[in-house]
């Protein structure tokens, strides 16, 4: 009996024990190093990923597809367009039924977008007793503009040739938006009435929308195909926002979206604007120009002045009190101040005041609208007084806007706002951030001292945290 084993026995096993731990160690090492090149490459991936998402929104990052036909746009359309176009940081088109006569001068002037001739239609059905096949044309601009194959894009937005739209503000809002999700974004008609026909989870195509890259994509692939379903339908919008749904896509509602279905003197709703951006205008040929004693391109030029000193300001609301007189002061920035001879609380002061006409006369439910509203004092001399902006400038300290009286032949004493003639507001450039977007406050103002009876002077600021807006 042996107490060991002897040598001869042990040397095969110990040699395939040193090839197991030799074979086992190469297999570890390229393991390892298949991990670090797969892992490498996935986390170069991902940072590079990060670092897109992190790239803030900016107008680089969208598309413009901008229905028009050639009559309109050769009229007074392009002239609405031209003031709101950056070509050198916008890219678009807008889209025609065929080339203008002056195609040549187009093509060579720089404060237009381009012209893009939109496809045959007459392949789609059309049965729509009213309305007018165009729709369907209009309707493809979504494909259209998507097969334009612009690189780096994450928003596409879409609006009529008289949808006047406020870029800056636009990009800030869509900001607040994950652009790598399905998003469809826009805002209903202000008449309840547009929106029980064709729907409150449409968004209206003059006021304009936006859809976010990857869902434009979705869409356009299946656009066609799918707007063969939707011969019944009225307008361009039905068609776009059934293929959506179909898609499973529900309508984000944006309140800066303007589809403006009023006629007459839209200044009520101006005025009243809700605590979010200002992001387009529409029907600007249904209602009077936005500032007395101007065309409607006069007022426009006017009103972009102050766009372009504070775009995410203009039009914001601000309420104060002149204790001394018990005057009730809104600030419609940028737009107009209105000065009302007595105290009234705040939730008395926004609701829009209804200085505009119904869309269209008929049942009771053309004239319900889709916001609280008042009616103004049948006597003009028992409104407020309403001063319109005059200037607006930057200055060190701020921003300061200047509005003149809208002169009406009303007599007054001493305790009267109207023995105002101008009124001064000072402020700070609103520069919002994603906190602020998605959760808006109103801002607060004071009456500062004036050493004139004819003039007051007012400075808006951001309200204190637990400050309430009332009369003291």
């Excluded at 036909?69 to 916008?90: I, N």
């Excluded at 869409?219 to 799918?226: E, G, I, Q």
Aim: proline share 5%; charged share 20%; glycine share 6%.
């Amino acid at each position: 009996m042996h107490l060991f084993p002897s040598p001869s026995k042990t040397q095969v096993p110990s040699r395939l024990i040193n090839l197991y731990i030799i074979s086992s160690s190469v297999c570890t090492l390229l393991f390892i190093s298949f991990f670090l090149v797969f892992t490498g490459s996935k986390l170069s991936s991902i940072s590079s990923q990060d670092a897109y998402a992190a790239t803030p929104t900016s107008l680089d990052h969208v598309v413009f597809g901008i229905a028009s036909h050639q009559k309109s746009w050769t009229t007074q359309r392009k002239e609405y367009v031209r003031l709101w176009w950056k070509r050198h940081s916008m890219r678009g088109c807008v889209f025609l039924d065929s080339l203008p006569p002056d195609h040549q001068n187009h093509t060579n002037d720089t404060s237009l977008p381009p012209v893009c001739i939109s496809g045959n239609t007459s392949g789609f059905r059309y049965t729509h007793r009213s309305g007018v096949r165009s729709a369907i044309r209009v309707a493809r601009v979504v494909s259209e503009t998507v097969a334009l194959n612009h690189s780096n894009v994450r928003w596409y937005v879409f609006g009529d040739d008289d949808t006047f739209f406020f870029p800056e503000n636009l990009v800030k809002t869509l900001s607040k938006y994950d652009h790598e999700l399905w998003y469809y974004i826009g805002a209903n008609s202000e008449i309840y009435e547009q929106n029980r026909m064709f729907g409150f989870e449409m968004a209206f195509g003059g006021a304009g929308f936006a859809i976010s890259s990857p869902l434009a994509k979705a869409l356009a692939k299946v656009f066609d195909s799918c707007i063969q379903r939707y011969p019944h339908l009225y307008g361009s919008d039905s068609r776009i926002s059934s293929c959506l749904t179909e898609l499973g896509v529900g309508l984000t509602h944006e309140p800066g979206f303007h589809q403006n279905d009023l006629r007459g003197d839209a200044f009520g709703v101006l005025a009243s604007h809700p605590l979010s951006p200002l992001l387009s205008l529409h029907h600007l040929d249904h209602i009077d120009p936005i500032f007395p004693t101007m065309t409607t391109m006069q007022a426009l030029q006017h009103f972009q002045k102050a766009v372009n000193v504070d775009s995410q300001r203009i039009l914001q609301k601000a309420v104060c009190y002149d204790r001394w007189f018990s005057w009730t002061v809104s600030v419609s920035w940028g737009y107009a101040v209105q000065v009302y001879g007595n105290h009234m609380q705040l939730p008395d002061v926004l609701p829009v005041q209804e200085t505009f006409k119904q869309w269209r006369t008929g049942p009771v439910l053309s004239g319900v609208y889709t916001f609280n509203t008042r009616e103004p004092h049948t006597d003009p001399c028992r409104r407020p007084v309403v001063f319109f902006l005059d200037h607006v400038s930057t200055r060190k300290d701020g921003t300061m806007s200047i509005y003149k009286k809208s002169y009406e032949n009303c007599s007054y004493d001493m305790a009267s706002p109207r023995k105002l003639e101008k009124i001064t507001v000072k402020s700070q450039k609103l520069d919002l951030d994603i906190k602020q977007l998605h959760a808006p406050r109103r801002h607060c103002c004071d009456i500062l001292p004036s050493t004139g009876g004819k003039v007051m002077d007012i400075a808006i600021r951001e309200c204190k945290d637990e400050e309430l807006i009332y009369m003291h």
